[in-house]
């Protein structure tokens, strides 16, 4: 896991994660626009996700699953 080969981001509060993931995501996308490789994976995964939406959930909905999971660890 990438995690583990960055032993700082252990540290860091549920809520700064969580913004770490939305940024990440977002410079994903920015990568994507220059890669035509990556720009056609994302394109596959969201005609997926069209195809099927009960196959993911949004992106609040995960926030609060997570949230939710480390209150009660």
């Known amino acids: 896991m990438v995690i583990e080969q960055h032993p700082a981001l252990h540290s860091l509060s549920v809520e700064d994660k969580l913004q770490l993931s ?3 995501c977002m410079d994903a996308m920015l990568d994507a626009q220059r890669n035509p490789a ?6 596959e995964r ?3 996700f069209h ?3 009960d196959s993911g959930i949004s992106w ?3 926030k609060v699953k997570i949230l939710s999971r480390q209150k009660l660890a």
Do not use: G, I, S, T
Not at 38 to 43: A, G, N, Y
């Open 51 to 53: 195809n099927d939406p």
């Open 22 to 24: 939305e940024e990440l």
């Open 60 to 62: 609040n909905d995960l």
């Open 46 to 48: 969201l005609q997926d």
């Open 38 to 43: 990556l720009l056609e994976r994302v394109k």
